[in-house]
T-cell receptor, first 117, second 113 residues
Framework: AQSVTQPDIHITVSEGASLELRCNYS??????LFWYVQSPGQGLQLLLK??????LVQGIKGFEAEFKRSQSSFNLRKPSVHWSDAAEYFC???????????????FGTGTQLKVEL | DGGITQSPKYLFRKEGQNVTLSCEQN?????MYWYRQDPGQGLRLIYYSQIVNDFQKGDIAEGYSVSREKKESFPLTVTSAQKNPTAFYLCASSTEGHSYEQYFGPGTRLTVT
């Protein structure tokens, strides 16, 4: 079964500083990987996704993530954080065509980002 | 605008009552999902449906039921058998094909006392 680990529950950065959120996954085949962001009391918004090809993927709001197969990681980065980036971030791994169908996602427990002005 | 709607935003019920959460999408997506979110636990899959009139249990289906009579709608009933129903519930949908990303609704916060 697949699993996702986000080792940092909370991270605090200063506005303008760089950011890296860690994500490690466990999956038996080539994973499909996602990063989502959630503002308080809201749904999740997709930041970026990786399926195949270039291991560095660009997303919305200036975010990028790098897939490293050897480390089973898919860390999210941003060169300069803005106060509006304060939110909770979730990494997810996708499994396809499991028994019974469906494209199930397994989510990590999330990382809460606080931005200091 | 296309999207997913969930209603109501906040829902309050007394213990022992069944309650149904609404989820509607106009994205023409085939697959729909229900997740439960608790602080510090991420999202956990309750049920999912790939096509109309078919659905599968997720990881925490006990105490919940769903139906999928229309492509656009996937209501979730939280029954009195669910031991700890207070949570934030998120509905999502996705297309078939290579993208597989899921689009989420705004969520319903259910409080049972």
């Amino acid at each position: 079964a697949q699993s996702v680990t986000q080792p940092d529950i909370h991270i605090t950065v200063s506005e303008g500083a760089s950011l890296e959120l860690r994500c490690n996954y466990s999956y038996g085949a080539t994973p499909y990987l996602f990063w989502y962001v959630q503002s308080p009391g809201q749904g999740l918004q997709l930041l970026l996704k990786y399926f195949s090809g270039d291991t560095l993927v660009q997303g919305i709001k200036g975010f990028e993530a790098e897939f490293k197969r050897s480390q089973s990681s898919f860390n999210l980065r941003k060169p300069s954080v803005h106060w509006s980036d304060a939110a909770e971030y979730f990494c997810a791994v996708g499994a396809f065509r499991v028994t019974g169908g469906g494209n199930k996602l397994t989510f990590g427990t999330g990382t809460q980002l606080k931005v200091e002005l | 605008d296309g999207g997913i709607t969930q209603s109501p935003k906040y829902l309050f019920r007394k213990e022992g009552q069944n309650v149904t959460l609404s989820c509607e999408q106009n994205l023409n997506h085939d697959a729909m999902y229900w997740y439960r979110q608790d602080p510090g636990q991420g999202l956990r899959l309750i049920y999912y449906s790939q096509i109309v009139n078919d659905f599968q249990k997720g990881d925490i289906a006990e105490g919940y039921s769903v139906s999928r009579e229309k492509k656009e709608s996937f209501p979730l009933t939280v029954t009195s058998a669910q031991k700890n129903p207070t949570a934030f519930y998120l509905c999502a949908s996705s297309t078939e094909g290579h993208s597989y990303e899921q689009y989420f609704g705004p969520g319903t916060r259910l409080t049972v006392t």
